[in-house]
């Protein structure tokens, strides 16, 4: 199974902060990388597809990049709303697999 | 718009099994694709295997073969995972969500799931 590292594992940060949370996969896994929000409540909500795709809704300050083995979320400029837990996930090969999170928390 | 509604928290006892329920709404679940998802509370999350609701057509994630087993229901479009031989390690929250296009897209709110005595 391809193993998905994300750093760090929580984040204090501030309102309007620009945040990057980075994803590392054992293996190459060809941009075949999306990225979740969860929320306190549990809800799960898509955030990037592809690497680099903003899932429809998903606001313009999240953006996504990277290659081969390292990805990367960022949020240009944090609101309220983004104080929540990410997950990277890759679908290259199955099974899917997910990182272990990045809890983005106010500082 | 697209709604996935789970069933309920369950309370099983070990060895018992359990069967969770993913009722869909807004789109043709007919064509479509569900996964289901395991998290354990303060843990990543893990996928346990997808179906077809086409032709019911499912693939597994090795670690839960012979612990999941995923169905469908065109009629009412729903899509249901039964959970056999229970023990205090499935005690989780399961997910279900549509995937479309390699992403998942659209996700029920989860269903909690405690095994116990």
């Known amino acids: 199974d391809i193993q998905m590292t994300q750093t760090p594992s929580s984040m204090p940060a501030s309102l309007g902060e620009r945040v990057t949370i980075s994803c590392r996969a054992s293996?190459?896994?060809?941009?075949?990388l999306n990225w979740y929000q969860q929320k306190p409540d549990g809800t799960i909500k898509p955030l990037i597809y592809y690497t680099s795709n903003l899932q429809s809704g998903v606001p313009s300050r999240f953006s996504g990049s990277g290659s081969g083995t390292d990805y990367s979320l960022t949020i240009s400029s944090l609101e309220p709303e983004d104080f929540a837990m990410y997950y990277c996930?890759?679908?290259?090969?199955?099974?899917?697999?997910f990182g272990g999170g990045t809890k983005l928390e106010l500082k | 718009q697209v709604k996935l509604q789970q069933s309920g928290a369950e309370l099983v006892k070990p060895g018992a099994s359990v069967k969770l329920s993913c009722k869909t709404s807004?789109?043709?679940?007919?064509?479509?694709?569900m996964s289901w998802f395991k998290q354990i509370p303060g843990q990543s999350i893990e996928w346990i295997g997808m179906i077809y609701a086409g032709d019911g057509g499912t693939g597994y994630n090795q670690k839960f073969k012979g612990k999941a087993t995923l169905t469908v229901d065109t009629s009412s479009s729903t899509a249901y995972m039964d959970l056999s031989s229970l023990t205090t390690e499935d005690s989780a929250v399961y997910f279900c969500?549509?995937?479309?296009?390699?992403?998942?897209?659209?996700w029920g709110q989860g269903a909690s799931v405690t095994v116990s005595s």
């Open positions: 996930q890759q679908y290259d090969s199955s099974p899917w697999t």
């Open positions: 807004g789109y043709t679940f007919s064509t479509s694709y």
């Open positions: 969500a549509r995937e479309a296009w390699d992403v998942m897209d659209a």
């Open positions: 293996q190459g896994i060809s941009n075949y």
